[in-house]
T-cell receptor, first 113, second 112 residues
Framework: DVKVTQSSRYLVKRTGEKVFLECVQD?????MFWYRQDPGLGLRLIYF???????EKGDIPEGYSVSREKKERFSLILESASTNQTSMYLCASSSGTNSYEQYFGPGTRLTVT | GIQVEQSPPDLILQEGANSTLRCNFS?????LQWFHQNPWGQLINLFY???GTKQNGRLSATTVATERYSLLYISSSQTTDSGVYFCAVERYSGGGADGLTFGKGTHLIIQP
């Protein structure tokens, strides 16, 4: 079974803090993604990566950066957290060779106060 | 970008009833998935179905790619089927992944 794990289920941070959200997949997948989910706005793509050290902007990259130093790990970085980044963050991965089916982690509910 | 519309937005049914959820999309796609979001927020994969028909127990799905829609069927509903169902599509660019575009979801409530 594909397993995607995220470092925290719940996280509370203060405005202006630097925040790291970590995602790890155990299936040697090429592609990894970060989404956020907000009531009324649905799920939106922030960034994705199709290879180590490669990244592509999604629909809402402002205020975020990403890092992929190893194939299995994809980090989302909030350089200076703001209250409008309070959200549910979901990480996903897909093979990219045999299939493009995406598998999601359990999510991190981030609150910025 | 691609637009994804799901209908109905809300659906309340009695246990044992059958239901059909619809997903329309505005352009050709390479990937279409159906998810069920559990109460804790995790997205559970139901079907990976860019075209054709698949069945898994009481659930089945059909995608007619040429007409740009997909249907999710739930038969003999159980209370555990309650939750939000999402349709999501992906159109590859340059031969590679491009991220999923999600519909707003169908909120399904199954009453005992």
């Amino acid at each position: 079974d594909v397993k995607v794990t995220q470092s925290s289920r719940y996280l509370v941070k203060r405005t202006g803090e630097k925040v790291f959200l970590e995602c790890v997949q155990d299936m040697d997948h090429e592609n990894m993604f970060w989404y956020r989910q907000d009531p009324g706005l649905g799920l939106r793509l922030i960034y994705f990566s199709y290879d180590v050290k490669m990244k592509e902007k999604g629909d809402i990259p402002e205020g975020y950066s990403v890092s992929r130093e190893k194939k299995e790990r994809f980090s989302l970085i909030l350089e200076s957290a703001s209250t409008n980044q309070t959200s549910m963050y979901l990480c996903a991965s897909s093979s990219g060779t045999n299939s493009y089916e995406q598998y999601f982690g359990p999510g991190t509910r981030l609150t910025v106060t | 970008g691609i637009q994804v519309e799901q209908s109905p937005p809300d659906l309340i049914l009695q246990e044992g009833a059958n239901s059909t959820l619809r997903c329309n999309f505005s352009d050709s796609v390479n990937n279409l998935q159906w998810f069920h979001q559990n109460p804790w927020g995790q997205l559970i994969n139901l079907f990976y179905i860019p075209s054709g028909t698949k069945q898994n127990g009481r659930l089945s799905a059909t995608t007619v790619a040429t007409e740009r829609y997909s249907l999710l069927y739930i038969s003999s509903s159980q209370t555990t089927d309650s939750g939000v169902y999402f349709c999501a599509v992906e159109r590859y660019s340059g031969g590679g992944a491009d991220g999923l575009t999600f519909g707003k979801g169908t909120h399904l409530i199954i009453q005992p």
